[in-house]
C-alpha cells in the first residue's frame, strides 16, 4: 500500500466511508437473503425431473451479486483503505504516527477516528492517536 492517511483527511473520508459501508451490507444482506432462498428451492428440486433448471435464475442473480460486492470491495482498496469487516464495519487506514507505519482505525458507529495500531496488533492494540 502506497497511500498514507493522516487523521485530517482519514476522517474527512469518514462521510463517504460510511454509504459506501452502509451500501456493501445492504449489498451482503441481500446476497445472503438469496443464497438462502437458492438453498431452499435446491432443496425442493433436487432430484426431480425437469426440462428447465429452475436454478438458473437464482444462481445468475447470486452470481451477478457476487461480483457486485466484489466490486464494491474493491472500491476501498482502490482509495488504500483496509476493509476488515463489514458487519460491524471495521475500516483501517494505512497512516504514519510518530515516525512509525501504523493503521488509523475506525470501528461503525465511532463518531470519527480517534484510535490507531500496529499493523500486527490488530483492534485489540488500539492507542489513542496523539492528534485526537
Not at 27 to 32: H, I, K, P, R, S
Not at 48 to 53: H, T
Not at 100 to 129: M, Q
Request: contains cysteine.
Amino acid at each position: 500500500m502506497d497511500k498514507r492517511y493522516t487523521i485530517e483527511e482519514a476522517n474527512a473520508l469518514l462521510p463517504l466511508i460510511r454509504q459506501e459501508l452502509r451500501q456493501l451490507q445492504d449489498m451482503a444482506d441481500e446476497l445472503e437473503e438469496q443464497y438462502i432462498a437458492y438453498r431452499k428451492l435446491k432443496a425442493v428440486v433436487q432430484g426431480k425431473p425437469s426440462k428447465e433448471d429452475p436454478l438458473f435464475e437464482l444462481e445468475s442473480k447470486l452470481d451477478f451479486l457476487q461480483i457486485e460486492l466484489n466490486q464494491y470491495v474493491e472500491n476501498f482498496t482502490r482509495k488504500g483503505i483496509l476493509l476488515k469487516s463489514i458487519e460491524p464495519g471495521l475500516i483501517d487506514f494505512p497512516a504514519v504516527v510518530e515516525g512509525e507505519e501504523v493503521l488509523l482505525c475506525w470501528k461503525e458507529g465511532e463518531a470519527s477516528i480517534t484510535h490507531y495500531h500496529g499493523w500486527n496488533d490488530g483492534f485489540i492494540g488500539r492507542k489513542r492517536h496523539p492528534e485526537a
